[in-house]
């Protein structure tokens, strides 16, 4: 079988490749529609829309660090 991952040792684990629909969606996305107060339960899987809610991630008036 040729090496999908011409960079990767042969000896370095085992690594599968999967081919993957692509996501209608990018984090850009996501992100500005968290700042705009818009619903992202459909993009991301729930415990990932709950870390963003819970830590103010991408809010617009979240102030720097």
Do not use: C, E, F, W
Request: hydrophobic share 40%; net charge positive; proline share 14%.
């Amino acid at each position: 079988m040729k090496n999908p991952l011409p960079g990767l040792r042969p000896d370095a684990g085992r690594v599968r490749v999967l081919s993957l629909p692509a996501m209608p969606h990018s984090a850009t996305d996501v992100r500005r529609r968290v700042a705009a107060g818009q619903p992202i339960g459909h993009l991301v899987p729930a415990p990932v829309a709950g870390y963003i809610a819970d830590h103010h991630l991408y809010q617009a008036n979240q102030a720097p660090t």
